[in-house]
């Protein structure tokens, strides 16, 4: 009986950790997280704006950013 209890505990603990605690981390959301240019020409400036947005409590920090 105690070895049933025990396993139970050690699959339950991780999960109860969990629900009982609030997520107050940043969370970092990209509606449009790739976008499709048209072609341009050798020197042309392309531009686009992409919305960040931070749904989570704390500030949001963007060490790098990389082409994709």
Do not use: C, Y
């Not at 049933?4 to 107050?24: K, Q």
């Not at 790739?34 to 686009?48: N, Q």
């Amino acid at each position: 009986m105690k070895k049933v209890l025990f396993t139970m505990i050690l699959f339950l603990l991780p999960s109860l950790t969990a629900w009982g605690e609030e997520s107050n981390s940043s969370k970092i959301n990209i509606p449009e997280p790739s976008v499709t240019l048209k072609e341009a020409m050798e020197g042309d400036t392309v531009k686009h704006e992409f919305t960040v947005l931070n749904e989570g409590q704390e500030t949001l920090q963007i060490t790098a950013v990389r082409p994709g």
